[in-house]
């Protein structure tokens, strides 16, 4: 009907055809149909329509062109939107199966299959096959039939007309297919170029440190730049490639209106062709293109998108993955204790080369027991801790724990009954406590609030999609297996843990550096002031007043910079830290008002003046850039150039060379770095500027900055700053180590030691835990085994950070924790195997197991499930 409009436009209302008998009005909206001769003839009519004049006729017919134009952008956008959703959604799915797929990951493939990769082809790879899914039938649907319409409009216009646009589209849709088939071998090669290069940067990024050792920095600049070389030269081919496709398209696409306006012009001169059929064919064909090239798109996309889910099918191949059937048979499973007979039969694990490790190796071993497996220097020993933990699969044999086979236990009883502490530990972003109860975290056990709304929409979307309808803000935590009753009693039983396995020290100092909460932390919080007074009477009392100097109001301290003594506070916003105080512009204008900024300035000259000086010639990392924190050794150049201007231009300085300027005093403090740039009378104006900066800051509503208040805590400061109310001094030797001492004593006096060490459980251990040391990472990983209360717990090599005498005590830890469960251990030697109750050593691919006489006393251990639990013995 759209396309018919602008023939009745240009026939029926502007050349007049309706009025042609004499008439004045013609009918606009009639609406019926014409019977055929075999029915009868005749006419029905539905609605008689409206008698309109000549302008009233064109402009009803224009109305009604335009809200044709308004109904189809409509469908469009329904269709838009909805195939949006449905490719949204079948996203969703196919990214959390494949999340899922990477959970079935073998040990094996684990170890063969680059994680950056893998990252890459869920977040990347797929989304252009998630975007296909809405096109992959609506869009030929819906083109085709817009094609088919137009081209079927124009050929009842005009036959030969319609054959003509009918035989260009026959070649365009044989010759552009056949011409974009090179582009699919090149998309698939720089898909896989691509890939490769995420690869390898991650690699370069997790070893970047041996890169800096061996000075091979220009070397792996190189060997990138010659892989981005090759994704140029792929991204070129395609480019040329994709475009000379594209002009061969356009011209076909222009050749049919040369025909039309030729032989349609021709035919309208003959008088076959009425000027009205041939704007409404010309018209048509503007609906014709768009559609076909369309369509074209989509062949060409729905090839290429083929292409990237076979290399992703490829990728998450099925040889990859564990077997379901262990998670099918969970529900049969009753999640029983691992006791009984641990028997291995016939035990085979050959390595890369085809040597045998195991070779029909056979054990029988009553569980619960303590096992020492000892190592000859070989894989033997590691082989078979992880054969035993179900890290490793690819063994010939069986492994039996009573009557269940070892390898077909479901994936939820291994991870509920056995736990695994390997060499290189593994931990996640978050804080120590994240990662201590990441084993508590297997299944919700209580909801939380939410919208009724948004938690039925929540759940319909994830059903819709295949997703977990568990909120993640649910209660997940375990608290009964651990033996806690709530989150507290959790955190108390974790410090514990963490004191007895040597992390007691590390936890406190963690604690002091944190952040402290008062709505989590209530009693902490409310004790800290009083904790304050009392550390402040100690300095007092025992003649170390002069260690600290305290935060006072009407008072500059000496021990803290300039910054901090104008702010007094703590930043909380960015644009209040560091270099950015120089910036702000409510800040200048305090000190502005205040009358410091020329005088603030000309220090900064001076600073620059002085640091340039001892700093010229010194490479970069040298101790003084550490010592006079002011400039950095990159930033050396600019403030030279900076006074070699102000030099030039007489003493002039641009705004931005101001405000460089600005922020170097702002970091100075008298006490360190003894320029002599401060006498008590700047001293004076820089308190007094201290009341305009916070009058300022309180007017305009900025909560940039947390003020110092000694009658309260500031949650912005660590806890550390927030006991101290003040500065250790410069002056005095060894101050900070005789302030630690005075504040641990008070700390336990006021018997805040556990709160302190519960709010170290905050700390943050960084990406795969690089922000604690080698043994920290391995006493958290240790304690996380321990929380969980495992039936089995396999050590492989967890203790190596740890010297001798250290590992002694640890092992000698484990061995008290787990006398009701089975603790299976390697050791380097047998040194340390005296305890244990069974002795495994390797010989030939052969093992020699030798056990240990159990004292009367333990000849009889109970059941797992009624045995005394770790935190109880902690406790």
């Known amino acids: 009907m759209s396309l018919d409009l602008p023939r009745q436009i240009v026939n029926q209302a502007i050349q007049g055809e309706a009025f042609m008998q004499g008439n004045l009005t013609a009918p606009f909206l009639r609406i019926g149909f014409d019977l055929p001769e075999w029915l009868g003839g005749g006419s029905v009519r539905i609605f008689e329509g409206f008698e309109l004049g000549r302008v009233g006729l064109l402009l009803g017919l224009s109305c009604l062109f335009l809200a044709f134009v308004v109904i189809n952008g409509l469908f469009k956008y329904w269709i838009n939107v909805s195939k949006g959703v449905l490719g949204e959604r079948m996203l969703r799915r196919m990214r959390f199966d494949l999340f899922a797929m990477v959970l079935r990951f073998t040990p094996d493939a684990l170890r063969n299959v680059k994680s950056s990769e893998t990252a890459t082809i869920i977040k990347d790879e797929v989304e252009p096959i998630g975007g296909f899914i809405g096109d992959a039938f609506i869009t030929p649907i819906f083109l085709g039939m817009q094609a088919t319409t137009a081209l079927f409009f124009i050929m009842v216009q005009n036959i030969w007309l319609g054959l003509m646009a009918l035989a260009v589209i026959a070649v365009q849709f044989t010759i552009i297919p056949r011409l974009r088939r090179e582009l699919l071998r090149l998309g698939k090669q720089r898909q896989l170029a691509s890939r490769q290069f995420a690869g390898r940067i991650a690699e370069v990024l997790d070893g970047v440190e041996v890169v800096h050792v061996h000075n091979a920095a220009d070397w792996e600049k190189a060997e990138i730049g010659h892989r981005l070389y090759k994704l140029f030269d792929i991204r070129l081919r395609i480019y040329n490639r994709k475009f000379i496709v594209k002009f061969i398209n356009n011209f076909l696409a222009q050749l049919t209106p040369f025909f039309f306006y030729a032989i349609g012009g021709y035919f309208a001169l003959r008088g076959t062709l009425n000027i009205g059929q041939l704007v409404a064919v010309i018209n048509a064909y503007r609906e014709l293109p768009p559609p076909l090239k369309e369509l074209i798109d989509w062949d060409q996309q729905r090839l290429d998108v083929q292409v990237k889910y076979d290399q992703v099918t490829q990728h998450f191949a099925e040889e990859r993955l564990a077997p379901l059937a262990a998670a099918r048979e969970a529900a049969e499973d009753k999640d029983r204790p691992l006791t009984g007979p641990l028997v291995g039969d016939d035990i085979r694990v050959s390595d890369s080369h085809g040597g045998m490790i195991l070779e029909g190796a056979s054990f029988s071993i009553d569980l619960p027991a303590r096992v020492a497996v000892i190592s000859n220097g070989g894989a033997a020993a590691s082989t078979l801790a992880r054969i035993v933990a179900r890290r490793q699969q690819g063994f010939g044999g069986q492994v039996r724990i009573g009557d269940r086979d070892l390898m077909r236990l479901p994936a939820s009883v291994v991870g509920r009954r056995i736990a695994y502490a390997g060499i290189d530990p593994i ?180 600073i620059a003046e002085t640091m340039t000086e001892i700093f010229e010639g010194l490479p970069p990392g040298h101790s003084l850039f550490e010592q006079f924190s002011f400039i950095g050794a990159d930033e050396l150049t600019d403030f030279q150039v900076i006074l070699r201007r102000h030099a030039k231009e007489n003493g002039d300085l641009r705004r931005e060379d101001r405000i460089r300027l600005l922020s170097l005093p702002l970091a100075y403090i008298e006490a360190r770095h003894r320029l002599a740039l401060l006498d008590d009378e700047l001293k004076s104006r820089l308190v007094e500027a201290r009341r305009i900066v916070r009058a300022t800051l309180d007017k305009t509503g900025t909560a940039g900055v947390e003020f110092y208040d000694p009658d309260r805590i500031c949650a912005a400061a660590p806890l550390r700053d927030n006991l101290l109310f003040g500065r250790v001094s410069y002056r005095v030797a060894n101050a900070r180590a005789r302030v630690a001492e005075a504040m641990a004593a008070v700390i336990h006096d006021l018997g805040l030691l556990e709160d302190v060490k519960r709010l170290g459980l905050d700390h943050q251990v960084g990406t795969a835990g690089r922000l604690l040391s080698a043994r920290e990472r391995a006493s958290v990983n240790l304690v996380r085994c321990l929380v969980k209360k495992p039936d089995f717990l396999v050590i492989d090599g967890a203790l190596a950070p740890f010297d001798e005498a250290r590992s002694q005590q640890m092992t000698e830890l484990l061995l008290e924790l787990f006398r009701q469960q089975s603790l299976f251990m390697v050791l380097p030697n047998d040194r340390q195997a005296g305890p244990f109750d069974v002795q495994m050593r390797f010989r030939d691919g052969q093992i020699i197991t030798d056990k240990a006489a159990k004292p009367a006393s333990q000849a009889n251990r109970p059941d797992t499930q009624a045995a005394r639990p770790i935190a109880g013995e902690v406790a």
């Open 427 to 606: 931990l996640f972003p978050g804080s120590i406590r994240d990662n201590l109860i990441y084993g508590l975290r297997s299944k919700p056990l209580g909801r939380t609030e939410e919208d009724q709304r948004e938690a039925e929409r929540r759940i319909r979307e994830a059903l819709r999609t295949g997703n977990p309808i568990e909120n993640i803000a649910d209660q997940w935590i375990d608290y009964e297996r651990v033996g806690a009753r709530d989150e507290q009693d959790l955190d108390r039983i974790l410090v514990d843990l963490l004191n007895r396995i040597g992390m007691s020290e590390e936890i406190y100092l963690f604690g002091l550096a944190a952040r402290i909460d008062p709505d989590r932390y209530p009693a902490l919080a409310e004790r800290l002031v009083e904790a304050r007074q009392r550390l402040h009477e100690t300095f007092q009392s025992n003649d170390m007043a002069d260690l600290v100097e305290p935060f006072d109001a009407e008072r500059y301290n000496d021990q803290a910079t300039i910054a901090e003594n104008l702010l007094f506070g703590v930043p909380v916003a960015e644009e209040f830290m560091g270099r950015n105080l120089a910036q702000n512009t409510q800040f200048r204008s305090a000190i502005d008002r205040a009358k410091l900024t020329d005088d603030l300035v000309r220090m900064g000259l001076q």
